[in-house]
């Protein structure tokens, strides 16, 4: 039998925006449409294991504004062996900056990357500033230190084939927003939930077939929609990486967090 586990989203960083610059094409509703930025924690009484890993004050530009390290989110969830430190393995669902831009708070942890991914940040397409300009060459020299010290454990997805993390917690390749993007698939008490970062960012990205500007590959990001609901048990079971719903339709773990923190393994709220 699969082990289930416990799924909390924590919000660290948001940023306001408006509707046409999340779509491929616009939007004709010229109106607001923020984004949030969050890192998720997925435990139980025998592991736990953080997806992604945010990005810290030298990242708050372009109005991003950052409401507290992921680190520091993690701690006001008040769980036993989530600090920095005793996080032994790291889900980066890609190498983007605000998802891996705090690596080095997490000194003991194992790092689990796409091959397409670490090929993408150190090859051709870096020549080119469309693709670059959300990657930090620090970032990239960090997790290239981190190979050598033999702390990146590597998987080779295609068309969302799963790399076993652990028993019930899969990574598997989407691509499309980057050449290495992947998602995360997790068992938990009401199914397999999909936590899809930003294979789709909002819930109309997947639930309209409509695409996030920044794009490596257009029709693999399509394409990736179509595994996210392969992936999970439902639509329900699917969790967009950026959108500010999620805090809407999840229950927050506490009346304290609401707001900043809501758990994923739970039904959403009607």
């Not at 969830?77 to 080095?104: A, S």
């Not at 980057?178 to 819930?203: C, E, I, K, N």
């Not at 990736?224 to 950026?242: C, E, K, M, N, W």
Request: hydrophobic share 40%; aromatic share 10%; charged share 20%.
């Amino acid at each position: 039998m699969l082990p289930t586990y416990e799924i909390y989203c924590v919000k660290y960083a948001e940023r306001p925006g408006r509707r046409p610059a999340h779509f491929v094409g616009g939007d004709p509703h010229d109106v607001p449409m923020p984004m949030d930025y969050y890192v998720w924690l997925v435990r139980n009484a025998e592991r736990t294991v953080l997806v992604d890993t945010g990005f810290d004050a030298s990242m708050a530009i372009n109005g991003r504004v950052l409401l507290r390290k992921p680190v520091e989110g993690l701690a006001l969830l008040g769980i036993p062996g989530t600090k920095g430190e005793d996080i032994k393995d790291v889900i980066i669902t890609h190498l983007h900056n605000d998802h891996v831009g705090t690596f080095y708070d997490f000194p003991n942890a194992r790092f689990h990357l796409q091959d397409k991914e670490m090929q993408y940040v150190t090859g051709r397409h870096m020549k080119h500033n469309i693709f670059r300009r959300p990657y930090e060459l620090d970032h990239v020299a960090g997790m290239i230190r981190l190979v050598y010290k033999n702390r990146v454990a590597f998987y080779n997805g295609e068309d969302g084939t799963a790399g076993e993390v652990a028993p019930g917690i899969s990574v598997h390749h989407i691509g499309g927003h980057t050449m290495g993007l992947q998602s995360v698939r997790v068992h938990t008490q009401r199914g397999w939930v999909v936590l899809a970062s930003d294979a789709s960012h909002y819930y109309e990205h997947f639930e309209q077939d409509r695409c996030f500007p920044l794009v490596y590959d257009l029709g693999e990001m399509i394409e990736g929609f179509a595994t996210l609901r392969r992936l999970a048990d439902s639509l329900q079971h699917i969790v967009p990486g950026h959108d500010p719903l999620v805090f809407q339709r999840y229950p927050a773990v506490s009346p304290e967090l609401a707001g900043i923190a809501a758990r994923l393994d739970l039904p959403p709220k009607q």
